[in-house]
């Protein structure tokens, strides 16, 4: 009986998330077609959100994606494999998981690559590893990453002002934050509060991450 009533709900769930989500892909859909695309990196692009009420630029500021690279998960297999020659028996198995954490690392910052680029406008974004924050902060050598994912020391924030973009719970929440990692005040967003968001990941990741993108962008806009 318990079973059957657990079945009965997760099927209702599935409907409930595939419903919303076909929605909220409609208005996806619709964001392209009046052409919402990439605008921020178009050199010299008269962004409206540039412009002030007297005419005048607004005063800028770039946001950081702080993005998670298990660096010291890399750092360990890589130190490991070092002290290893290729015939010995763990050889093959740590190189596999190296090579599986480096396309994990590259397929989601193309996910959110892709985000940004089509959904978001409102400032600049920069990729930023995780492991490069605390150098970001001291003031000491760090590279935010170019349009390959790799690390690009020419890529630079000239803004005075700066934000952060971090992952929350899991890779798939986003939050938007001061460079303490600390939410600010309103009228900025902190998260986009999503129904069932359980379900939402495991349907369509790409779709949950691009919703939360649009939802910063609509919150910014008019703020940076």
Known sequence: M????????????????QGQQAIEKFKVEKDESLA???????PNHPNSNEMGDDGQPKEGACIIFRIPVNGKKINYLEDKLKHLNKGD???????????NTYNENLDYFHILREGFNVYFDAAKVYFLPDSSY??????????????????DPSIKCDEKNFYFIITGKDK??????????NPLDKPFPYKKNTFMPAF????????????Q?????????YIL
Do not use: C, W
């Open 89 to 99: 028996k763990s050889y093959d198995s740590l190189k596999e998981t190296l090579e």
């Open 172 to 181: 798939e929440q986003l939050l938007f934050v001061d460079k303490n990692l």
């Open 36 to 42: 919402f695309v990439d605008i921020k990196h178009q």
């Open 2 to 17: 318990i079973k059957n009533q657990f079945v009965i709900i997760f099927i209702l769930a599935v409907f409930l998330v």
């Open 134 to 151: 605390n150098s970001f902060l001291k003031g000491q050598p760090y590279n935010f990453l170019n349009d390959s994912g790799q690390p």
């Open 200 to 211: 939402k990941k495991i349907f369509n990741r790409q779709l949950f991450i691009n919703n």
């Open 213 to 221: 993108i649009r939802y910063f962008n609509e919150k910014l806009m």
